[in-house]
Each structure stands twice: as structure tokens, then as C-alpha cells.
């Protein structure tokens, strides 16, 4: 089973402002320009090193633990990795699974044979959101 | 013509035209842990290093690169000597005091957490009297050792450090362990109280490239620091000012190396003020290499503290 990832309006009200703005801090951009379905790294120009940034200034600013590759790990649920996909490449099911639980990603992202190196491309800052509210739900750290 | 690393008796050559020389003293070796007093892995780790005599004013970009040097150990060690870190983030860095010749650095890092892509730190630099530099947030990003060093020889050098404490570095080997980064820059554009726009070229050859690192030769991006904290106080030293005292860096924060420097590239840097006070003027910086690569923002006091 996939994981409980959808946040209520009330938790998505609470992280969101600071949430957008970390991101803003960590781009180098104005706030008013995250918005929260757009791509990090198609819309706003992130790097790997700029998701490495949020994460941190994250953990710090919310004071949860958000272990590296958690999004895959829940997004993978049951699934073995090798259902979940194989050569680095997405299954049918991993794909399935990654787009029930990015479910605030335009389905039209969601392309057949996506890499799991690509799939950082998908992160919005709702995906963080979620990431942040799962952990404060969990009480980490 | 390249800048070039020249001992400091040999003077300074003409560089490009319109361009400013800058020289910065540093040790031969690029290596700024002489020992290694504690080690708790994951945890915390300390040591010390010891300014060399000849190096009158040890840069703080420079401090600050013994705390990440000493993190690195203890990251390496944790890893068995499989990863290692590059720098990649550094919250703030603030330069308390400066580090003068033959003074020893007492260096403490605090492990904050340590995963197979990265590690995160703070440390501090001091000396007994006070702290000289002290660094929050700092990241380091985990990579395949092989890549860059060779792992057997920093076993051997840890064991080394971790010994008895090595002579100073000054006196190990003295006329070969200080010599002078020539940073040749060619200031394109200058708008006084503004910004400045500047290149800097990086040499094709140079010692600390056989230290940073031995298998990937890497311009430290420390060295691109202290290049780009001259401009920013020559750019400060524009701003309006009730003292005749100059400005001095208050601290760095932000700090993104988003990729390595190789030898012989050059790099488009700007520093602009972003913010002016009567005591305190915030100014940004950047630099790129076609695209970009590091960013930050320096605190600098326009007045005495």
C-alpha cells in the first residue's frame, strides 16, 4: 500500500508559507515566484545540490529529520525494488505507485520509461510539503 | 597570462592588462590539521593547527577551511575511507579574529548528522584567548573516494595525525612552506557603491592542486572566497563611511559551491551591494564559469565593532 501523503488544507496552511519560502531562500529567487505546483528544477532551475540545500534549511528551520531518498522509499511503499523498477528505470508499477503518491503533480509529468534519476524533476514544493508534514506528523526527529 | 602561485621573494609578474594583483599568503601544503586530539565518530572531533611563522595573517577563508578539512576526517573515517566530502554549504561563517603567525588554532567540529550523501556540521576555530572563525550549517557532499584521493595514503596521514603533534607547520621545512596565491584579476566592470565585476583566473598548475585533491585536481573554493571577500571590501570601500578605519568581513552566510573549478578555467565574479547601513553594508556574491557556480552573502562592518 502507498502511504498516507496527502496533508489536510490545515497542514498545507501551516508549512506552506515557510516551506515557499525556504525554497525562495535556497533558489536565490523572489518567493512571490514559487508557487506550489511548479517544477524545482523545470520551472524554478534547482540542481541536485539545490534539493540538498532545502532538505537542510528544512530539517533546520522545522526541526524534523527528513532522511535523504524518503520520498522514493514511501513512494515505493511494499514494492521490492526490483518491482519498483529495474536498471534504473521505473516499472509499470513503481510509475503507478509514484504517481498515486505525487499526487500534486500534473499527470502529464508522469512520462512511460521515466528514470529514477529523473524523478527529482517532479518535485514541487507541495511534494516538500507533504515531506515536512509527514514528519512532524511522525514526531521526528 | 595565468596567475601563478610565486614564493614571496620572487615578486609579482605583470598580469593582464587593466587587472589588479592580489597576493595571499598560504602554506605550500594545503593542509590545515596538524593534529588530530579527538575523535568520536559521528559525533565530534578535534585538533589543532598551527599558523606558519612566515604566513603573517592566515586568511579566514582559510580558517574556515581547517574546520571543513577537520570535518572531513571524521566523515572519512566514518565511512572507512570509501567517501569523502566536498564542500558544498556553509550557512554562516563569522570571522571573529585574526589568525596570526605562529599562533596554534584549537579546532572543534560537532557532527550533526552524517549519511552516505552528505554530512552536516558546525565547528569553531580559536585560540586560547578567543574564537577566530566559527561556521554553522555547514555541508559537505559525500563522494566515491577513489574519484578523488587515494585512500591507503590518508589512512597513513590519519594515523600520522592522530599521533604525536607534528612541529609547526612553518618548522618542518622552512623557504618551501609559504608561498603566495597570485590571484590575477581583470576588473571589468566597477560602479562605485554598487557592483563589481571581475576575472579571475585560475592557474593550470599550482601546489595545493597535488593536496586538493591528489586523483581531482579542484581550485579550492576557499581561495575563491578570499578572492571574492578583497572585492567585496574594495567595493565596501566605496560606500560611505564616518570612520577612516577599513571595512573588515563581519561574516559570510549562504554559501553554494554548486560545481568544481578546474585548473586553468576562469571565473566571472560580482560582488554587488545589496544593502547599506550607517555601520553595515550586505553585499552578494557570485561567480560562474559559463553557468554558476558558487553564490553567498558577506556581512561587512563599515565601522569599528
Known sequence: MVQETEITAAEMADVYPRVAQTIA??????????QPDLSLIDDLGAESIDFLDIVFRLERGFKVK?????????????LSEAEFAQRGVLTEAGLSRLRAYLSEVPAARFRARLKLA????????????????????NGQP | MRSELQRPDAGVGPGPTGNVISGLELPYRFLFVDHITTLEIGRRVEGRYTVPPAVAV??????????GQLAAWAAMVEHDFCLRPVAALTAAARVHAPAVAGQTLELAVDIESSATDAVAYSGTARTAAAPVVEVSGCVGAMQPMEEFDDSTQLRSQLEVLRGLP???SGERDPGVETLTFTAAWRISEHVPGRHIRAQLWVPESAPY?????????VFPATLLLDAQLRLALELAGTLPRRSPAQPRVR???DLKLRRFILPGQTIETNAEVRSVTATTAAIDLSAAVGTRVSSAGVSIDLEPR
Open chain 1, 25 to 34: 531562500d535556497a533558489l536565490g529567487c523572489d518567493r512571490e515566484r514559487v
Open chain 1, 66 to 78: 527528513i532522511p535523504r531518498g524518503q520520498i522514493i522509499e514511501d513512494a515505493r511503499g511494499d
Open chain 1, 118 to 137: 529523473d524523478v527529482p524533476a517532479l518535485f514541487t514544493p507541495h511534494t516538500f510539503c507533504k515531506v515536512v508534514a509527514r514528519a512532524r506528523r
Open chain 2, 58 to 67: 592566515l586568511s579566514p577563508c582559510l580558517v574556515a577551511e581547517a574546520i
Open chain 2, 166 to 168: 607534528r612541529p609547526a
Open chain 2, 209 to 217: 592542486f597535488a593536496d586538493h585533491f591528489p586523483r581531482k585536481p
Open chain 2, 251 to 253: 561574516e559570510v552566510h
